[in-house]
């Protein structure tokens, strides 16, 4: 049975078949691995800020460079590592959790990895060659516009965020489409993992936010190309339209990065506390309730903009509401501890890490919510504190976590545990050296994104320390670095469940096999890994020598139909290349928007034609 | 013990509607045009409020008449897409090529008077933010009725050229919602941009 499986999953030899690949471990691990390296990129770009602001009226870097280092870092962090990484890994994990052989749509996971991958390198071609964007990763007009913004470089950077949006949008389809239709028989709504709801969520806020970045880079774009007047104010145009259209994608991209982190902290409390999750219902509905308000907070980005007082009381109601669903999801974490017998192996300690670093991110939060404490510490470190304080401690620490987490189930091998607690220990420490001292830079009134500071302005010692900090916090994520490529090769045999942990994925064999599971399992609880006893049923007659997935029914998960996924090819990425022909090109000339267009028509008419073996034929 | 199994082998390989993932991709798809379409629309009422006078140049009633005829025309498409989806739940292969090819007709007719529109306005994309944000509401939206039109052509091949599955009936019929939200984005520029210059 395994055999045909096996042929009927796999993909073409050698080189093209790499290039064809639409297994969604596979691009999972593209996307993960790429994001990675892009992590490790934009944490060498923070290193550098952070020596050339160790001492005051350094020169280590000239203004020219510092800008478009601090806008490539923020951007990089944002939209190659943060999002890709959180969206990579619901690709990997989501249709192993759900029980599932592969997403949905295959060859259109292809396609967003490849968009991510153009979008990625290209922003980091634009900076080693002078171009890289210099106005900010929020590229505000009308810095980033055609007057002040000259030469190519936030064209650069407008681009970058159609090719990555892309690539987000494609995941966003993939992963509910799969979540709402290739569920396991049996596993209702209710019994779905808190990941997979976590993914869902996202996926949703990914649709309904990500267009107004696409929108907006595309009016920015056109106001730098073809002279619209977009945000001319001299034309009836306005530059907060931009900040509107920005931050209304930009704020739920907080959350988009976040709840899946809560996903990660939830997978790891529950094998590690040895425990049930306590109020389940309550978790999904604190994810649902995050989604919802983060769609209504954005203008707490631009209370210095001199908006109406209605408004801006308005918003920081909400920014602080929305305090109110997160909180729910840490008293259940803590009631699910206090209820379990812990364990506190490296997962848990990035966990523990998380809950310290998050919970003074979140209260700072609070702090700038309120308008005149924003207008205070506005556009100062103190902001810079706090964004990494959430971005970071709420997101790459859960996400460390989760790497240590499902190493194993990705390789087959334990990652080291006493190098994996160091590596926490090291960023855990580095991190609060670093961040922490931001905010009373940002208290005395010294202003972010700016290359350098005079000597007399006091804030040298403090500055000194978070570039310790910083190499610190480095240091501690080479570790893990270090622990990966070695225990690739040395670590300890996982075995399919090393946790004893509740999901699906882990009754699968570690890594698992490219059709997932060899028998298709049926759910009938929340940890399905747990409760799955021998009489468990298994799902038969999908025809093994294609790729049979089963269909079910959105709500309670009944088998509904049979769906044969598509193969290998590689029209993904030249549709992506094409798309890229369009883009890229379009920088240079507008002629290359319909080339570019006509370019993406042969490959999508050849990834659409019927091709043999057919499938049922209909009768004339 | 021996496994207990759930044999599914009697199930149909292919359903239509919302059982079926493509449909959902598909209105997914219509969320996220549709979000961009939506603010788009918002962005010019945004700009109405900070230009005086709005609108700075006046649409001909020509043009006004045209985009209406347009619009009537993608409305009265709704008709033989609505046939269509039944023709495919029937898995009816004349009938399919029929209301699919009816409906793609008059979707092209449409599509050439929104070119012949970008001809008949008096300004340009650069004159004014009024300017840029019509001719990007139009455009954009004109960009939806091709990719529609290109979609209805591709799968009118399909069927003409065959060989037709029996899952292409699906594709068929989830197609539909897809082609309300053409209609409905040609309804909303209708209303936004000519409406006001069609009652004046």
């Given at each position: 049975m395994s055999e045909a499986l096996a042929r009927a999953w796999g993909r073409p030899p050698g080189f093209r078949g790499w290039l064809a690949e639409t297994d969604h471990k596979a691009i999972g691990k593209r996307y993960i691995a790429t994001a990675l390296i892009f992590f490790l990129l934009g944490g060498v770009l923070a290193l550098i800020m952070r020596l050339q602001l160790a001492k005051p009226d350094n020169n280590l870097v000239g203004p020219d460079v510092y800008d478009q280092i601090f806008t490539t870092h923020g951007s990089t962090m944002m939209f190659l590592f943060a999002v890709p990484i959180m969206q990579g890994i619901g690709i990997y994990l989501v249709p192993l959790m759900v029980g599932t052989r592969n997403t949905a749509f295959p060859r259109l996971n292809a396609f967003g990895y490849w968009s991510y991958l153009i979008g990625a390198v290209f922003l980091w071609v634009g900076l080693v060659t002078n171009t890289g964007p210099d106005a900010g990763w929020f590229a505000y007009v009308p810095l980033a516009g055609p007057e002040y913004?000259?030469?190519?470089?936030?064209?650069?950077?407008?681009?970058?965020?159609?090719?990555?949006?892309?690539?987000?949008?494609a995941a966003a389809i993939n992963i509910i489409a799969t979540v709402f239709k290739q569920r396991a028989a049996g596993m209702g709504l209710h019994r779905m993992p808190i990941f997979v709801w976590a993914s869902l969520i996202v996926s949703f806020m990914v649709i309904f936010a990500m267009p107004s970045v696409m929108l907006s880079s595309g009016m920015l774009a056109s106001d730098r190309l073809v002279a619209t007047h977009f945000f001319n104010a001299a034309e009836g145009g306005d530059a907060l339209l931009w900040q509107h259209l920005f931050w209304y994608f930009a704020h739920p991209e907080v959350y988009i990065i976040f709840l899946p982190a809560t996903g990660f902290v939830t997978s790891i409390i529950v094998p590690f506390a040895r425990s049930q999750l306590v109020g389940y219902s309550a978790a999904v509905l604190a994810l649902v309730t995050t989604a919802f308000i983060g769609f209504g907070v954005w203008v707490h980005h631009m209370f210095a903009t001199g908006l109406p007082q209605l408004g801006e009381s308005f918003f920081t109601a909400a920014s602080m509401l929305i305090t109110i669903p997160t909180g729910i999801q840490f008293f259940l974490w803590i009631a699910t501890i206090w209820r379990g017998r812990v364990r506190l192996d490296t997962p848990m300690w990035w966990v523990l890490a998380f809950v310290l670093t998050f919970i003074i991110g979140g209260l700072t939060g609070v702090m700038i919510a309120a308008v005149p404490l924003n207008l205070q510490v506005h556009d100062t470190f103190f902001i810079v504190a706090h964004l990494h304080y959430v971005l970071i401690g709420g997101a790459v620490f859960p996400l460390f976590g989760a790497i240590y987490f499902w190493f194993p189930k990705v390789t087959g091998r334990m990652l080291d545990e006493r190098l994996g607690k160091w590596s926490c220990a090291f960023v855990f420490v580095g991190f609060q050296l670093t961040f922490f001292p931001m905010h009373q830079l940002g208290l005395e009134g010294m202003p972010r994104r700016v290359f350098t500071y005079a000597k007399d302005t006091g804030w040298a010692q403090l500055n000194l320390l978070a570039t310790i900090g910083a190499f610190t916090l480095g240091l501690g994520f080479l570790l893990t670095v270090i622990n990966g490529f070695r225990s690739m090769r040395r670590g300890a045999v996982a075995g399919p469940d090393p946790w004893k942990a509740d999901g699906l994925e882990w009754t699968t064999s570690s890594p698992p096999p490219r059709w997932n599971f060899t028998e298709l399992p049926t759910v009938r609880d929340r940890y399905a890994a747990w409760t799955n006893a021998p009489d468990q049923a298994v799902i038969t007659g999908l025809d093994e020598t294609k790729r049979m997935v089963l269909v079910t029914t959105l709500s309670d998960a009944r088998p509904d139909h049979r769906n044969e996924l598509a193969g290998p090819t590689v029209m993904p990425l030249l549709v992506a290349l094409a798309v890229g022909v369009l883009f890229i090109g379009s920088i240079f000339t507008p002629w290359t928007v319909p080339i570019g267009a006509a370019l993406t028509i042969p490959p999508l008419v050849y990834w659409f034609w019927p091709k043999p073996p057919h499938k049922e034929l209909l009768k004339p | 013990m021996t496994r207990r199994t759930l044999d599914v082998s009697g199930l149909p390989s292919y359903a239509f509607g919302a059982r079926a993932p493509l449909w959902w991709a598909l209105m997914l798809m219509v969320a996220i045009e549709g979000t961009?379409?939506?603010?788009?629309?918002?962005?010019?009422?945004?700009?109405?409020?900070?230009?005086?006078?709005?609108?700075?140049?006046?649409?001909?009633?020509?043009?006004?008449?045209?985009?209406?005829?347009?619009?009537?025309?993608?409305?009265?498409?709704?008709?033989?897409?609505?046939?269509?989806?039944?023709a495919a739940r029937r898995e009816s292969l004349d009938g399919m090529r029929l209301w699919l090819g009816l409906a793609t007709l008059l979707g092209a007719v449409a599509a050439v008077l929104r070119w012949y529109e970008f001809h008949l306005l008096p300004f340009r994309w650069d004159d004014t933010a009024y300017g840029s944000i019509v001719w990007t509401l139009l455009g954009l939206q004109w960009v939806h009725q091709l990719t529609g039109v290109g979609e209805n052509l591709l799968m009118e091949a399909v069927l003409f050229k065959g060989p037709v599955e029996k899952h292409h009936c699906v594709d068929v019929e989830v197609t539909t919602p897809l082609w309300y939200f053409v209609v409905s984005g040609a309804v909303l520029c209708w209303l936004v941009v000519f409406l006001p210059w069609v009652i004046r």
């Open positions: 913004g000259t030469g190519k470089r936030m064209d650069v950077w407008a681009q970058m965020i159609t090719f990555t949006e892309l690539s987000a949008l | 961009m379409l939506a603010l788009l629309a918002l962005s010019y009422f945004y700009v109405r409020d900070r230009l005086s006078p709005f609108p700075p140049v006046s649409i001909s009633r020509t043009a006004a008449w045209i985009a209406t005829a347009e619009m009537a025309i993608w409305v009265a498409s709704v008709v033989p897409t609505m046939l269509q989806a039944r």
